[in-house]
């Protein structure tokens, strides 16, 4: 074996030990006492919706079951023509003191997403503490709403983000990949100076709605939240996650269906985010190399590579196990059950992953166009929508 296939496979190696190493200080984290927040005080949550969702009615039970006790939400749809539309306006008659449903309008400059979060923020009142958004595709957990807002109310951050879980509803084989590289993200710990909001589940504080202005700040935006990274970032926000905020997301993907989704995510991130783009892109290439150089090497039945590839594999029965134990820690029994069996499939399907996931970053580095709720966005380099065509 060369010196060449040998830096490859030792630094394949460097980065399957810091992967290992990170999970396990992030079940440590998740071990640290918090600081909870004296009072709570009201606080207004913001759900865009957008049908057909066939877990709407599970999404809106859950929300009712929230354990905060003062919140009301905004539910906003593009139409009355909507197909969920009937089940907001029964979940409205059920909740008349907290639930207003509102009709957003068609989006002609900005995402529809965006559109619908607008409409929704003009519900806002001067005593509201916190704005919360989240997205009706996943399951919010009893405590989703207290956990989420206890950094943003005991001054931990201006703004707190936590991140989906993804579970393979279907138990298809592709929805098992993404499921797979979204666990590896969702269990990373977070750096203060690098945390990236996610719309899903996302609390911004008084202080930070005074002093980023939402209507202009998503004028043009495709992407809530990463315009809001951005945003927060250049005022100087600090940007909280806290590690035990991951509520689950249920998906069921076609290999097609899973590759546009990836492909999505990435343009967004190449065009708002670049330098995330950039990290991802280094990790993939090299865990691909790596596998690559380590299997050919074993073929041609070289010891080193041999050695190697069991390493690798004895490494990812252990990110397995760690990542089972985090979801022990964030996810109720029964979500936790299902994550564990993809955890333990994962150990063999992880190249496939990796092909898949490698895929659709390479594939959302080029291109302006991005297709999202059956619209496409023409975006300028800064990510924001030049146009929109009905598709």
């Given amino acids: ?63 009712a079951r929230q354990d905060y006790p003062a919140w009301r939400v905004v539910l906003a749809v593009e139409s009355r023509d909507d197909p969920v539309f009937p089940a907001l306006i029964r979940f409205m008659a059920a909740h008349p003191a907290r639930v207003t449903v509102i009709v957003a309008g068609a989006a002609e400059r900005r ?18 503490a916190a704005v919360v958004t989240l997205d009706a595709d996943m399951r919010p957990p009893p405590d989703l709403l207290s956990r989420l807002l206890r950094p943003v109310l005991t001054g931990q951050g201006d703004i707190a983000t936590g991140y989906r879980w993804t579970l393979p509803a279907d138990g298809a084989f592709a929805s098992t990949l993404v499921a797979l590289a979204d666990m590896a993200i969702a269990t990373l710990p977070r750096c ?19 002093r980023l202005d939402l209507p202009r700040l998503w004028d043009r935006a495709v992407s809530d939240d990463l315009a809001l990274t951005r945003a927060a970032r250049a005022a100087g926000l600090r940007i909280y996650a806290p590690l035990d905020v991951r509520p689950p997301n249920p998906v069921a993907y076609s290999l097609a269906g899973a590759l546009a989704f990836g492909v999505r995510q990435y343009r967004l991130l190449r065009r708002l985010a670049p330098w995330a783009w950039a990290l991802a892109a280094l990790v993939l290439l090299l865990a691909a190399a790596g596998g690559v150089v380590a299997v050919s090497g074993a073929v041609a039945g ?25 979801a022990r820690r964030v996810l109720q029994p029964p979500e936790a059950a299902l994550a564990a069996r993809t955890l333990r499939q994962g150990i063999w399907l992880q190249p496939l992953g990796i092909g898949l996931h490698l895929a659709a970053l390479l594939g959302g580095g080029v291109g ?7 619209r496409r966005h023409l975006l300028d380099a800064r990510g924001e929508v030049l146009a929109i065509e009905r598709c």
């Avoid at 060449?4 to 630094?11: I, N, P, Q, R």
């Avoid at 600081?35 to 859950?62: H, K, M």
């Avoid at 995402?111 to 509201?128: F, I, S």
């Avoid at 302006?368 to 059956?374: C, E, I, N, S, T």
């Fill in 111 to 128: 995402g529809q997403k965006v559109q619908n979060l607008l409409a929704a923020l003009a519900e806002e009142r001067p005593q509201d």
């Fill in 192 to 210: 203060a100076r690098c945390n990236l909001c996610w719309g899903g589940a996302t609390a911004l504080s008084r202080a930070a709605l005074e």
């Fill in 368 to 374: 302006r166009r991005l297709l999202w709720a059956g």
């Fill in 1 to 63: 074996m060369d010196m060449l296939a040998g830096a490859v496979l030792a630094a394949w190696m460097g980065q399957a030990v810091a992967a290992t190493l990170l999970c396990a200080w992030y079940l440590r984290l998740l071990r640290r006492p918090q600081p909870w927040p004296d009072s709570t005080p009201p606080v207004l949550v913001l759900v865009p919706v957008r049908g057909p969702l066939p877990g709407i009615e599970a999404f809106l039970q859950d929300l």
């Fill in 302 to 326: 070289e010891p080193l590579a041999i050695a190697t590839l069991l390493v690798a594999l004895a490494l990812g029965m252990g990110r397995a196990g760690l990542r089972g134990a985090i």
